[in-house]
Structures are given as structure tokens and as C-alpha cells.
């Protein structure tokens, strides 16, 4: 089964959005980060994907792991 691409958090005009990776479009839009990141997040959960969280410059603020993450890493 492929991998599901990752969910991005971004500034979208006044507010926030959530898209896939690889997408220049966006799936949903919220006035708020912290809305948008909560969407997100449940989206990341339930495609068990990378979430990672833009900051206002478009810089990757923060990344969280939702899939099967080997435990420990290989080297």
C-alpha cells in the first residue's frame, strides 16, 4: 500500500489552510492556525501521515508523525 503524502499547515490569505504534499491545492481553510493545525491533525491521524506546521513566513515550524514509524530508527 503507498504512502499517503503529508499533511501541510499554511498561511492561505488572511487565514490558514491544510494541503496534501505534492497539491497546490487546498482541502480546507480556517481563520485560525490553531483551527486549521486541529484539522490537520485529524487528518494526518486518520491517513496515519506526516503533519508538518508552516510558520507565518512558510518555514516549517514543526513536524509530527502520524504513520508506522519504525522504533529504533534504521541506521
Given at each position: 500500500m503507498p504512502k499517503k503524502?503529508?499533511?501541510?499547515t499554511v498561511p492561505h490569505g488572511d487565514g490558514w489552510a491544510?494541503?496534501?504534499?505534492?497539491s497546490s491545492r487546498v482541502f480546507?481553510?480556517?481563520?485560525?492556525?490553531?483551527?486549521?493545525?486541529?484539522?490537520?491533525?485529524?487528518?494526518?491521524?486518520r491517513d496515519s501521515t506526516e503533519?508538518?506546521?508552516h510558520k507565518?513566513?512558510?518555514q516549517i515550524g514543526e513536524r509530527n508523525s502520524y504513520g508506522?514509524?519504525?522504533y529504533?530508527?534504521?541506521?
Amino acid at each position: 500500500m503507498p504512502k499517503k503524502p503529508a499533511i501541510h499547515t499554511v498561511p492561505h490569505g488572511d487565514g490558514w489552510a491544510n494541503r496534501r504534499e505534492g497539491s497546490s491545492r487546498v482541502f480546507d481553510t480556517h481563520p485560525t492556525k490553531a483551527e486549521a493545525q486541529a484539522a490537520g491533525r485529524e487528518a494526518a491521524m486518520r491517513d496515519s501521515t506526516e503533519h508538518l506546521i508552516h510558520k507565518q513566513n512558510g518555514q516549517i515550524g514543526e513536524r509530527n508523525s502520524y504513520g508506522n514509524d519504525p522504533y529504533p530508527p534504521p541506521n
